[in-house]
C-alpha cells in the first residue's frame, strides 16, 4: 500500500473532520502512481526485444531470400537453354587434324647419289635419309628436324658431311668432301656421327 508521512496524516485529523489533501501533497500522491505504474509496465515489458519496424522487415526479406535461394536449383550449363550451353567439344571442323603416320622403314643396302636423292623429305610416304661420312641414316622419325619445311630438311637426300663439320646451312657446304676441314670441324663432324648412330637406323652406305 501507500505510506503516507505522519505529517501529512497530523494535518488531516480525524476521520469525521478529514478534509482534502493539501495541493503538495495530492501533487507527490500522483507522482508516486506514475512512478508505479511505469514499474509495472517496464516488468510486462521485460525479456521482449525490441528493434526498429524497418530492421525487422529487412530481416523478413533477408530470411524470404535465404529460403528461396536454398529451393533454386543449383547456376550451371544444365540450367541454360540448349542454345546458350557451351559445346562439350570442338565442331569437327576445328579439330586437329591426327599426326600422319609414318612411312615403312628404308630396306638396308648401299644407294647411289641420285638415288639418296629421292628420301629428302618432300615425299610423305617414303623415307627421309641422309649421309654423313658416307653412311646413310634413316633419320624419318626426326622428321620434325628433318622432314619439309624442317630446320635441318638441307641436309637430306645427300651426304652433308661438310655442312655438318662446319655447323653451315650454306647449300654449297651440302657436300661429301672434308678435304680441308680443321681438327675441330673434323671431332664436329665425329660427334654428329655418334648421334646419328645411337638414335637413328643405319640403312647402308653411299656408292661415289
Known sequence: GLIVPSDA?????????????????????????YVIGAV????????????????????????????????????????????????????AAEKEPDELPFPEPMPKGDLTQSALRRYDGSNASLPILLAAKGVVYDVTHGRDFYGAGGAYNLFTGRDCSRALAK???????????????????????????????????VVGRVEF
Open 40 to 91: 509495472a509496465l517496464l516488468k510486462a515489458a521485460k525479456g521482449v526485444e525490441w528493434r526498429p519496424a524497418r530492421r525487422r522487415r529487412e530481416d523478413v526479406s533477408k530470411r524470404s531470400g535465404e529460403k528461396a535461394h536454398d529451393a533454386a536449383p543449383p547456376a550451371g550449363p544444365t540450367s541454360l537453354p540448349a542454345a546458350a550451353r557451351p559445346s562439350s567439344s570442338k565442331p
Open 9 to 33: 496524516l497530523e494535518s488531516m485529523g480525524s476521520s469525521e473532520t478529514r478534509r482534502p489533501l493539501p495541493g503538495g501533497l495530492g501533487q507527490w500522491v500522483a507522482a508516486m502512481g
Open 167 to 201: 655447323m653451315s646451312l650454306d647449300p654449297k657446304d651440302v657436300t661429301e668432301d672434308v678435304s680441308d676441314l680443321t681438327a675441330d670441324e673434323r671431332k664436329v663432324l665425329d660427334d654428329w656421327v655418334v648421334k646419328f648412330e645411337a638414335k637413328y637406323p
